[in-house]
């Protein structure tokens, strides 16, 4: 109806602008008379009508305000889509119908800057065009739904709640009608004492689909209904008289049975296994029943009544459906891992390829500096670029470990733990109290990565709203489920508000936390209260998933040899006296890198670059021909990494130093660089005087040194 509404008005316009005979007020009479707002465009995107309708929808009071252009109309007002995204002005409704488009009903929310009123509306439009196809104008048409979407809202709560009920209503009835059952066979045989057995007991099966069987205490047929012969085959009759389990024979439920007895109680068993001992090949089946004692007036049991329900193809279902289920656990387990990867990746491309290349530009911007010397405004040019890039090089160090963090991946979620709880002491000055079982390392890195990431999300919450300075974050691990619990004394919360949470509430993330929780077959637990703090209790199963363990090693890189001899220095003079220099071997998988560290280093008179490498293998093997007194070795390479061959360099040449010189600098990772026999570790984004007076200690002193930086 719409559609042919829009493509009415633009035939309409038509007929009044070719009518000269009818005036402007009549032409504006109409567009007011439509119940849906009308905004009319020329081809430049100036605002020509706007009728009344189209005025209150976007808080108009003034007809003068209807003259302003396309920008100037979308300056004051902000457009998103129902996911919530802010439109750019390009993808405007009004944009995209002066452009030439044509849209039927398209729907999102219109906030207006200066009254903040938000509405939900359709907007349908199109281009009119001259004979000749050229726009002359653009008509669009909106419709306001806000009313309705609330209402579909409210009618979807409310049919939640009646589901809910319903389901309560319906499990109190069934609970009411298996007492009933009973009761109402107890009444029967009751009534059989005071009339004629036989009349009662037939009264009684005739009226009942529920398969009976009626012994004594000895566990003889008396007699059955229909229904209990027919899961035979058989005709009634033929039971009588013959014990159970003759027919049936199961040491188990014999036991069972004879319990009943003695303790003049019922029993009921659900979906309880049963094979047919003479003919197995009927298959295994399953079964709801019930062995009710009857009493006589001593007090004694004197007869049995067994009523049975075949949900043989329920728990068929039921094992699907746990097969579904432990599908989708598994699917959660490789979404996570997924995600991982995609930010391992991420962060990988931060460190290998965006800091590196900083990296080198400071190293570059060092050897421009000595070019500048005595020109104030060039050093104070050089001091801030200096500046500027090691405050990028500390932002995408630290954006690649919020992405990925190094001991995550390499040292497990203990460590990562630990790791965290410092950085929320030195960035939020936010202290962590861990407490930490050492069996709680999870076997799974999925279960790994989820639990980091929640932890994170929930020290970041209690950063942002709990207004206190100290949290409790413990991990412990109970049979085959991870625990992490994280509680405070802040100012807590109301937990029923979640369900009406948005993404600048901390209920956003806490349900996301739920909701992955429950993929991975676990739970959340949300304590809190108003004034009274918050505990956020999560338990995780940690098992190998049916699927395999999913391995987030990074992609292999095909790395072309960048290897090559640095240019040797000159000789000097015989007769000057000679100071043997130190000789360097540079080992880094980026050729910029390498090339600027040997230029600059090739300009200190006590060092002397050897050669150079682009991966660990090739480091080894230069350092066999070349013996180099001191070795700078990068960390992230292919083919092998520099932790890998600093430890095979210092088991075979021992007295050759070594110098790990990365872009990473975490503790954690300093430290693996001591276990591999590193004798310094430094970072790329240090001066270059650091790394000159490293280099030319070892020359001098020729003792083991670490310092972390």
């Known amino acids: 109806m719409t559609g042919n509404r829009l493509k009415a008005i633009p035939q309409r316009v038509g007929n009044l602008s070719a009518d000269a005979e009818l005036d402007f007020s009549q032409f504006k009479a109409i567009l007011d008379s439509l119940v849906e707002g009308v905004i009319i465009f020329d081809a430049q995107g100036g605002i020509l009508q706007m009728n009344s309708a189209a005025m209150r929808l976007h808080d108009m009071k003034s007809s003068h305000e209807i003259r302003w252009c396309l920008p100037e109309f979308m300056d004051i007002c902000e457009l998103y889509d129902m996911s919530g995204d802010l439109l750019p002005p390009e993808r405007w409704p009004l944009r995209r119908v002066v452009d030439g488009e044509t849209i039927l009903e398209w729907e999102g929310r219109l906030r207006n800057k200066r009254t903040k009123n938000d509405r939900i509306l359709f907007y349908s439009g199109m281009p009119v065009k001259d004979t000749n196809e050229k726009i002359i104008l653009a008509v669009l048409t909106i419709r306001d739904i806000t009313q309705r979407n609330r209402i579909e809202g409210e009618l979807q709560q409310l049919n939640e709640q009646l589901e809910e009920k319903v389901t309560r209503r319906t499990e109190e009835l069934a609970n009411t009608v298996t007492v009933l059952q009973g009761e109402v066979a107890r009444r029967k045989l009751a009534v059989q004492k005071l009339r004629e057995r036989q009349r009662t ?416 293998r090739k480091g080894i093997e230069e350092v066999s021909r070349l013996h180099p007194d001191v070795v700078l070795m990068d960390i992230s390479m292919p083919v092998m990494d520099g932790l890998e061959a600093t430890a095979q360099i210092k088991s075979m040449w021992p007295e050759t130093k070594v110098i790990i010189l990365s872009m990473y600098g975490e503790t954690q990772m300093s430290q693996r660089s001591v276990e591999a026999g590193a004798d310094l570790f430094l970072s790329k984004a240090g001066s270059l005087d650091e790394l000159v007076s490293a280099i030319c200690s070892f020359h001098i002193e020729r003792m083991p040194l670490f310092s972390a930086t």
């Open 201 to 616: 007991l037939d009264g009684f099966f005739r009226h009942t689909i529920t398969p009976l069987a009626f012994m004594d205490r000895d566990f003889n047929f008396i007699r059955v209904n229909d229904a209990y012969a027919g899961i035979e085959g058989r005709p009634p009759r033929d039971f009588r008289g013959i014990n159970h389990f003759n027919l049936y024979p199961d040491p188990e439920n014999h036991m069972i049975f004879s319990r009943v007895v003695q303790t003049k109680q019922p029993y009921r068993a659900l979906s309880k296994p049963f094979t047919y001992a003479c003919n197995p090949e009927r298959g295994e089946s399953y079964w709801d029943w019930q062995l009710t004692p009857l009493m006589d007036k001593s007090g004694e049991v004197q007869f049995l009544v067994l009523n049975l329900q075949d949900v043989t193809k329920r728990q068929a279902a039921l094992k699907n459906l746990e097969e579904q289920t432990r599908q989708l656990r598994s699917l959660a387990h490789q979404l996570s891992e997924a995600e991982e990867r995609e930010r391992q990746r991420l962060a990988e491309i931060l460190h290998d390829d965006l800091q590196q290349s900083l990296a080198a530009t400071k190293l570059h911007l060092g050897i421009i500096a000595e070019s500048v010397q005595g020109d104030p405004g060039a050093e104070i040019l050089m001091g801030k670029l200096h500046s500027c890039i090691d405050d990028a090089i500390a932002k995408s160090r630290s954006l690649s470990h919020e992405l990925s963090p190094l001991t995550l991946r390499h040292r497990g979620l203990l460590e990562a733990l630990y790791l965290m709880a410092d950085q929320m002491k030195k960035n939020h000055r936010l202290t962590v109290d861990l407490s930490i079982h050492e069996t709680a390392e999870p076997k799974e890195s999925s279960v790994g990565i989820f639990l980091f990431r929640a932890a994170q999300e929930l020290l970041f919450n209690v950063v942002k709203h709990a207004r206190t300075r100290s949290v409790h974050l413990k991990i412990t691990r109970q049979k085959k489920n991870i625990m992490l619990i994280v509680s405070d004394r802040g100012k807590g919360f109301d937990p029923e508000k979640l369900r009406f949470a948005d993404d600048k509430d901390p209920g956003f993330g806490l349900l996301n936390i739920r909701e992955r929780s429950q993929w991975l077959g676990g739970k959340m637990v949300i304590e809190s209260a108003p004034g009274c703090g918050s505990r956020f209790t999560l338990i995780v199963p940690d098992g190998v998933s049916d699927s395999g363990e999913i391995s987030a090693g990074t992609e292999s890189l095909t790395i072309s040899d960048y290897d090559r001899e640095a240019p040797m220095p000159e000789k000097k003079d015989a007769k000057e006296p000679l100071r043997r220099k130190v000789r360097v071997l540079l080992v880094d998988d980026h050729k910029v890198m390498r090339e600027g560290l040997a230029f600059l280093l090739s300009r200190c008179p006590d060092i002397e670059v050897v050669g150079q490498a682009g991966n660990g």
